[in-house]
């Protein structure tokens, strides 16, 4: 649903830009300028904040899971293997 309604402005932003642009008096830079200030800067922070309690619900089950299933002591998720060679006996 939220991305519909910003797809939505973004496409109104969009056209606010192209009548600027084609204006007898307007200019490529303001319907650039319009585009920025009208349409992706706000957007990009009203989506940043809205999806903010995703962010800390998805940090919170990725530490459950790593506090569920401990790492091996070297970090990693491998299972422990022999890491000295045997030694060779000659006959």
Do not use: C, N
Not at 74 to 86: C, E, I, K, N, Q
């Amino acid at each position: 649903m939220l991305y519909l309604v910003a797809i939505g402005w973004i496409y109104v932003v969009l056209m606010m830009s192209v009548a600027e642009a084609l204006a007898p008096s307007g200019s490529l830079l303001g319907a650039l300028i319009t585009f920025v200030f009208y349409g992706v800067l706000p957007l990009a922070l009203v989506l940043y904040i809205l999806a903010t309690p995703a962010r800390r619900k998805a940090l919170r089950a990725r530490e459950a899971a790593e506090a569920a299933s401990p790492a091996q002591p070297d970090g990693s998720r491998h299972p422990p293997g022999d890491t000295v060679a045997p030694k060779r006996e000659e006959a």
